[in-house]
């Protein structure tokens, strides 16, 4: 199994793990058996694409192709919206992406 496949089944699992859903709710949820979403979180079979889209979007998960170039991007806003959810779920006013240095006296730098 690869190495980018094994991340988003782990993804998966925690996604759920997170969200206090068994396997068997979100087999309940997805219609795909609760002993296919076992093998599937302990690699134990290929995930088909449609079963992966069901089971993401039953965790509010999206998929998305993106290109290499563009994932530290993706990934930095990825992180800065993870950082702006408190620990009780309420969201946080954004933070910038930059801030001014507190020592520039005109404001550039």
């Known amino acids: 199994m690869s190495y980018a496949t094994q991340d988003i089944l782990e993804g ?8 206090g859903l068994s396997q068997r709710n979100l087999s309940a949820l997805t219609g795909v058996p609760q002993s296919h979403i076992s093998k599937i979180e302990n ?15 039953a965790l509010d998960l999206e998929l998305r192709l993106i ?18 959810a408190s620990a009780d779920g309420r969201e946080r006013p ?14 550039h730098g």
């Open 12 to 19: 998966l699992k925690s996604t759920r793990e997170a969200k």
């Open 94 to 107: 954004p933070r910038p992406a930059y801030r001014l240095d507190e020592d520039a006296e005109d404001g």
């Open 67 to 84: 290109p290499r170039k563009a994932l530290p991007a993706v990934d930095a806003i990825v992180g800065s919206a993870a950082t702006n």
């Open 43 to 57: 690699a134990g079979t290929d995930i088909r694409l449609s079963s992966l889209i069901e089971l993401a979007r």
